[in-house]
């Protein structure tokens, strides 16, 4: 037999796509089991896949599961495999972005026999989390009243100013005291990690309790969007400082106008778009209608928020504030059919959201934490980043929880991880503080669902009945 006619029966008996329908779909079952055991104690879904995910990372990673070896290591991964084949050598690009024990073993992953297919694996699992996140907070922008998060506008931006100042003053301290001999330029990206929030996990927990369009739950939507923007502010200030040794200020304006732009013309010229797209798609059955304008609505937005330097989960929150099923209203009485864009949306959203937690989880490393100096300024870390949240509830006007609020501005999530990676690969970061801001960034993402949950049920119980 031929190459040509081997090569078609390999393809035929091993299909390539049967790797990643095996490695997402495990992903999911473990993911499923996280929710389910989460469920059963009453806790927010969240925290058990969360839980399910660090379980999984670790335990498979001591077992030497390539797949998961390579899932820990986040989106990097991905840069190696850039760099190389863009012509430098694989083992010199993994030890420069991993060190050199990790790096090696990502190189002997990538190089070796199943390279191709874990990496594939891994770029749809990576990819599969990303949709998820959006979809998250395209479902939590549709709950969103706009009228009322106008309302609490104000209270909003002064709710995220003082949770990214507050940190960052707390932040700086701590390092300042537990680790005098520290470079100025390295206590200060430590300091503006610890201003991030991750408004994915409170915006899931807010919609598990019912709570997302409450004055709290709005309160704690609008400062997650300014937080972002602050928060992008402050990254940009401090990495023009580390990479310069100046404050760039035309970029830090830049920052502040592209951004107030997007948003302003998200909410102005959103409808007029979805208008028309209704009108357009209105041809079509009322489930295609809504299903392609919502998708291609969301997924635009997230673009252009990526392209104006934002998180492209903004783009999807103000995707989701924008419509409305009442764009479609006429178009469902001609058909006499009616379906709600949520309805559509959900399938989506319950498959893909999983799996970004799950991935979060796997992505904890607690061999990290073993040395006693990594968990003493971890520790220190952690007390700035929680106190420095929870007072940014102060913010906030009464009548209202300011408990609830500064607690939904705990968690870190992916944005803390983030800012620390960006500080890392800048060389201001090394591998003992990075691991004490993951173990920060662990602890406030764990910590906030339980803690949002009880403050939330104890503000209930001490409501005057109606």
Known sequence: MDDTAETAVSFIHGDPIAPVILGV???LLFAVIGRFVARKFDQPTVLGELLMGIL??????????????VLREGPQVFEVVRQTLAGTPIEQVAASIFGNETGAEIARIVTGPQGGQVMQVAQTVDVFSRYGVIFLLFMVGLEANLDEMRKVGADSIRVAIIGVLAPFALGFAAVAVLLPGM???????????LGATSIGITANVLRELDQSRSREGHIVLGAAVCDDI?????????????????IDIPEIVTVIVVSTLFLVGAVSLGPAIVRFSARIMGRLDIVEAKMFTSYLFVMVLAWAASLAGLATIIGAFAAGIVLSDSFFSEYEIAKKRSIAIRELIMPLEVILVPIFFILMGIQVKLEAFMSWPVVTVAGGLLVAAIIGKLVSGLGASKPVNKLIVGIGMLPRGEVGLVFAAIGRTLGVIDDAIFSAIVLMVMVTTLAA?????IAIHSNNNHRPAA
């Open 25 to 27: 779909t495990s992903i």
């Open 183 to 193: 470079p100025f330029n390295s206590n200060l990206f430590v300091a503006a990690t």
């Open 449 to 453: 669902p339980p803690l949002l949950k």
């Open 56 to 69: 999984l990372g670790n335990v498979a990673w001591y077992f030497g599961i390539d797949l998961i070896t």
């Open 230 to 246: 602050l928060g992008l502010i402050m990254l940009a200030v401090v990495s023009g400082i580390v990479v310069s040794g100046s």
